[in-house]
């Protein structure tokens, strides 16, 4: 390897290279797991809290191994992954119903959920059971919230997470290079989950909640993890949604995908295409994402 690319969001040269292999000389019995955890210490490869990020490695070293550049160790066992083994605890919950105009519901209370940990198992309860996508945890860079009425009554969950890697409508309309989409694709996030709960029937509720979340979404990641924050993306299943809560927030309707998933790297894949809406958190996003 002669050239340098970005690759999981660091740069990898013939000094990188030449790191990882170094790494394994030094510990030629070690797994890929225990390579991953040493690696993010040479590099102190660390997420804002200081966490390492060996997930993040995992996946880097992976990509190395797939192109030919370095040779990981034969697989041992299954990565150690929480989620595998996590079953999502039952939390009690009111079940009645709400129907009224949104005004009697107003002011909502927003809670992003790193600022109210305990109320995390309801989120994890609530998205698990009733959300058609179902959910047991997050990775990544996320955002939580849960969103109550006026009289303290859970009325919606909202999970931001990390943006798809590729998507050709979105990366059109950024007008990206693929190195750009690779430097700068952390400064998007992905509405993976917006859940109105099944027994509120609120008229303009989910447009409501979004306009007030996306307000405050930049501050709330930048507080977070010290960076910054340009565009959310969503896509919504036309088989089930219109996405018209989506629309009501002026969110901006890119199109249609191709119907492939991330894990598609070999075109074999056919899922049912979903529309891809967007939504600009700063004026200049586009040059600030291709810079």
């Known amino acids: 390897m002669d050239a340098t690319c970005i690759i999981q969001g660091r ?161 059109q309309f950024i007008g990206w290079s693929a190195p750009e989409r690779e430097r700068a694709l952390q400064q998007i996030t992905n509405n993976t989950r917006c859940l109105v709960l099944p027994w509120v029937d609120v008229r303009e509720l989910a447009s409501h909640v979004l306009s007030r979340v996306v307000r405050q979404l930049r501050a709330d990641w930048h507080r977070k993890y010290a960076r910054p924050l340009h565009l959310v993306e969503t896509f919504v299943d036309r088989s089930r949604f219109v996405g018209s809560g989506y629309r009501a927030a002026n969110w901006i309707d890119l199109g249609q995908t191709r119907g492939r998933t991330r894990q598609d790297r070999l075109n074999q894949i056919q899922v049912s295409p979903k529309r891809v809406l967007v939504y600009p958190l700063s004026a200049d996003f586009r040059a600030a994402l291709r810079s």
């Not at 919950?93 to 790193?114: R, V």
């Open 11 to 171: 740069t990898i040269g013939p000094d990188e290279i030449a790191s990882i292999q170094g790494l394994r000389a030094e510990h030629p019995q070690c797994s890929r797991y225990q390579l991953s955890r040493w690696l993010c210490q040479l590099w102190d490869w660390r997420d804002p809290q200081g966490q390492i990020k060996d997930m993040a490695a995992r996946s880097l070293l992976l990509k190395l191994h797939d192109r030919g550049w370095i040779a990981l160790p034969a697989k041992r066992r299954a990565s150690p992954n929480r989620m595998h083994h996590k079953r999502v605890a039952r939390v009690d919950h009111a079940t009645e119903p709400i129907h009224a105009p949104l005004g009697e519901l107003l002011p909502l209370e927003i809670h992003e959920l790193s600022r109210y940990p305990h109320e995390q198992p309801l989120f994890e309860c609530l998205l698990h059971r009733y959300h058609y996508l179902s959910h047991t945890s997050s990775v990544g860079l996320n955002l939580k919230y849960m969103i109550y009425d006026r009289g303290e009554r859970p009325v919606a969950c909202l999970l931001f997470g990390s943006a798809a890697w590729k998507c050709a409508v979105r990366d």
